[in-house]
């Protein structure tokens, strides 16, 4: 079974632009959730989305949105980029119902750098 | 509010130790999740374990023993007779009951050297 995949891997953007990364979960895989990694604030979860909806959705300002789509891929949009978005952004998905369905499964991350 | 404590930063062993990753965490949920993840330096995090809370069982896979302590809060990783592939970034990480959003510590980056 094919693993999380996002894309691009590596983006350079410049300040004020924005940027959309992409995310296809596990397949059978209905909930993803999107993560920042960064070296001063380590990992920190963004929001999660499960049936076209988020579910649930972390502290981050309103530049940062997500949606999903009926084949459970997701996307997550930055606008207005500033220096300190530069991130490694993750993306996880994970089963709906049951116990393992709390265990997530990440991608390789999409490096954006802003300059 | 959940908090998951990783108070080594890093942590530096000769191939064939044994070697301690430390994690404490603060929940108020009676119900919650841990989980260890492994991300090497391609970046990609790597599913190692979920313990429930409810389940104070320890486990052992392979090289790798989890002992998990609700009386102090602790989620302990140890690997046994470490190998240089074992070197990475360890995190420890909570979920709260209903939600899969994860809170994660600031990783403890170990080094085996051969």
């Known amino acids: 079974k094919a693993g999380v995949t996002q894309t691009p891997r590596y983006l350079i953007k410049t300040r004020g632009q924005q940027v959309t990364l992409s995310c296809s979960p596990i397949?059978?895989?209905?909930?993803v959730s999107w993560y920042q990694q960064t070296p001063g604030q380590g990992l920190q979860f963004l929001f999660e989305y499960f049936s076209e909806t988020q579910r649930n959705k972390g502290n981050f300002p309103g530049r940062f949105s997500g949606r999903q789509f009926s084949n459970s891929r997701s996307e997550m949009n930055v606008s207005t980029l500033e220096l300190g978005d530069s991130a490694l952004y993750l993306c996880?998905?994970?089963?709906?119902?049951?116990?393992?369905?709390?265990?997530?499964?990440f991608g390789p991350g999409t490096r954006l750098t802003v300059t | 509010a959940q908090k998951v404590t990783q108070a080594q930063t890093e942590i530096s062993v000769v191939e064939k130790e044994d070697v301690t990753l430390d994690c404490v965490y603060e929940?108020?949920?009676?119900?919650?999740?841990l989980f260890w993840y492994k991300q090497p330096p391609s970046g990609e995090l790597v599913f190692l374990i979920r313990r429930n809370s409810f389940d104070e069982q320890n486990e052992i896979s392979g090289r790798y023993s989890w002992n998990f302590q609700k009386s102090t809060s602790s989620f302990n990783f140890t690997i046994t007779a470490s190998q240089v592939v074992d070197s990475a970034v360890y995190f420890c990480?909570?979920?709260?009951?209903?939600?899969?959003?994860?809170?994660f510590g600031s990783g403890t980056r170990l080094q085996v050297q051969p």
């Open positions: 990480a909570l979920s709260e009951s209903g939600r899969r959003a994860l809170t």
């Open positions: 397949s059978g895989h209905r909930s």
């Open positions: 996880a998905s994970s089963l709906e119902g049951g116990l393992a369905s709390y265990e997530q499964y």
């Open positions: 929940t108020r949920d009676t119900t919650y999740y």
